[in-house]
């Protein structure tokens, strides 16, 4: 019973690096060779060592993933790199249920948010310390760093949000974020 207690929650978020501690957390990370298909420059990425760290994510799931009204709590870490031309990025995602929106916001380092809709329209949002992001159930996304220290960005969403990496996989966004005199530009590859 909790009737009059006074506690701490299980969890709390580290202000100085970030990162989550408590239970249960759990803890992801994308090495080179886990996403080497998400980039443009596969002759760049033979060059690079396999084990390269890409990205982490740190997750809070206070209830089981699918369950209805709960929220799951995150913070992501994209390293500072490059493939070739191509910034370091997560692989992206729709949610699974389409009217399942995300918060997204900036902690650490500079950025992009990727974003597509199901017309396959990309566009991008700054990401730095303090930017915030609501990202609309339909929307596909995906962060890169475009800086020279750790991207760090927290997010939140529905717990039944589920992810859908398959139409991502499958077709990628219909343009790529690239490094161009020294400027992140959004260069279509559809047309
Ligand atoms: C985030 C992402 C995280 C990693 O927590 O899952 O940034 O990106 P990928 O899942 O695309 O590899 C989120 O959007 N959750 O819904
Ligand atoms: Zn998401």
Known sequence: MNHLKIQK???ELDLKDFS???EPITYQHRVLKDVSSIFLDQDAIKKMPTETLVYHVQSWLPVDEGTRGGLSFGTSTILPGK??????????????????AEFYWGVQGDGMLILMDRDRNTWAEEVYPGSLHYIGGEIAHRL??????????GACWPSDAGHDYQEIATNGFSARLLEVDNNPVLIDYEK
Do not use: Q
């Open 83 to 100: 493939v070739g031309n191509e910034y370091f990025m997560t692989k992206g995602h729709f949610h699974s249920l389409s009217d399942r």
């Open 144 to 153: 890169a760093n475009t800086g020279s220290e750790d991207l760090v960005v």
């Open 20 to 22: 989550l501690k408590g």
């Open 9 to 11: 929650s299980p969890v």
